[in-house]
């Protein structure tokens, strides 16, 4: 099929048609026992285009580059151009969940309660703990998530006053909502019950903020002290919040480790292995669908590459070669819909025009079998 008419074909499918085709078949794997476990992670990543591409979308961003005349880092400002992805995948499956397409400019935080929704509806139960890149940081969203009942874990920014206060607990000792765990060269530091994180609640508990009478619903956090052979000054150190309890410190940040999966494991095997960002034309419904059909073939190779996935290969076509392939004497039939794989000989019979003399068949009792009767 030549590039172009692949593009045509793919011009045609509508928004509401490539992400059916998605819901339905993620609905399929989860039924079927593909999507087990409950820690999710959540991300996007730009797709980069140039201008010429039909209702895509644009930022300005700051770059820093080496300048070989004036020997120093400069900052360059440039505007992108494309659209961008978002997922919910399965942190151990890595088979995605749910997905959205926007353009690169919209902010990530607009993306969390449907692909939430959506993730769960195609899985038919809830997400446990989901992990959070800081682009998606919003107090009204994690507060959402809360009384849910899924539980959260993300980085926060620098700028931010629970992060100042969290750092305020480096030097204090263990004891009375603060823990700190050791392991090899990582040394953490949790408190429990922080509250300068005023955005943490539903919209009009924001808004009251500024009240003489507003209480901040508390958060938990978790700084990291040392990681391998970097230690972090004071004014440093990356600093995370959660609603998991943080008296064992150490395991809410294995679990955060995970996040890690779906840039290296997730975007960049999209984009290096199978080239989400060769596009076949210049028009959105084309990108929007190669994108997403692309996105669901990752998918659906995640779920054949689990153990149950590799039992249905061994069931599957593994077993068609063995047993129905390895006779020069098999024919496929098709009919509208369906098709079946049988003898030649058995074909003869559905068809009331037998041979003289059978080499293989029993008419018998291939007639029973196939529901012809004597």
Same mark, same amino acid.
């Given at each position: ?50 201008k010429r591409y039909e209702n895509c979308g644009m930022k300005t961003v700051t770059e820093k580059k080496w300048d070989r005349v004036k020997r120093q880092v ?111 060269d990582l040394e953490i530091v949790a408190v429990e019950g922080l509250t300068t994180y005023d955005q943490y609640g539903e919209a009009e508990h924001t808004r ?51 996040r890690s999966l779906i840039e290296n494991k997730g975007f960049r095997e999209l984009k290096q292995g199978w080239h989400l960002e060769k596009f076949p034309v ?20 995640? *779920?054949?590459?689990? &153990? ?5 290969? @061994?069931?599957?076509? +593994? /077993? =068609?070669?063995?047993? !129905? ?27 009331? *025009?037998?041979?003289? &003399? ?5 008419? @018998?009792?291939?007639? +029973? /079998? =196939?529901?012809?009767? !004597?």
């Amino acid at each position: 099929m030549h590039q172009k008419i692949l593009g045509d074909l793919l011009c045609r499918l509508t928004k509401e048609e490539v992400f059916g085709i998605f819901n339905r078949t993620i609905k399929s794997l989860s039924r079927k026992g593909y999507i087990k476990e409950h820690i999710f992670i959540l991300d996007t990543s730009p797709l980069k285009t140039t201008k010429r591409y039909e209702n895509c979308g644009m930022k300005t961003v700051t770059e820093k580059k080496w300048d070989r005349v004036k020997r120093q880092v400069v900052e360059i400002t440039k505007q992108v151009y494309g659209f961008k992805i978002g997922m919910i995948q399965g942190a151990s499956s890595q088979i995605p969940a749910s997905c959205t397409f926007a353009q690169i400019q919209v902010n990530d935080s607009n993306f969390t309660q449907a692909l939430v929704e959506e993730a769960e509806a195609n899985m038919g139960r809830r997400i446990k703990l989901l992990l959070i890149d800081c682009g998606f940081l919003d107090g009204e969203t994690l507060w959402w998530l809360h009384k849910r009942g899924i539980h959260f874990i993300t980085r926060a920014r620098t700028n931010m006053a629970v992060t100042i206060q969290m750092r305020s607990f480096r030097d204090d000792s263990p004891g009375d909502g603060l823990y700190q765990e050791k392991r090899g060269d990582l040394e953490i530091v949790a408190v429990e019950g922080l509250t300068t994180y005023d955005q943490y609640g539903e919209a009009e508990h924001t808004r009251r903020r500024n009240r003489k009478d507003f209480e901040a619903n508390p958060i938990n956090g978790v700084m990291v002290l040392k990681f391998g052979n970097r230690a972090y000054p004071p004014g440093k150190e990356p600093v995370f919040i959660t609603d998991l309890p943080v008296d064992k410190p150490l395991a809410v940040m294995d679990s955060y480790d995970l996040r890690s999966l779906i840039e290296n494991k997730g975007f960049r095997e999209l984009k290096q292995g199978w080239h989400l960002e060769k596009f076949p034309v210049k028009k959105e419904a084309a990108v929007r669908a190669h994108v997403i059909l692309t996105l669901l073939m990752y998918g659906l190779n995640a *779920a054949y590459q689990t &153990e149950r996935g590799q039992k249905e290969v @061994a069931r599957g076509i +593994r /077993r =068609l070669r063995r047993e !129905d392939y390895q006779s020069i004497h098999k024919i496929v039939v098709y009919s509208g819909p369906y098709f079946g794989i049988f003898d030649i000989e058995e074909y003869s019979i559905i068809t009331r *025009a037998p041979p003289k &003399e059978f080499a293989r068949t029993n008419i @018998a009792t291939t007639r +029973r /079998r =196939l529901g012809l009767g !004597d």
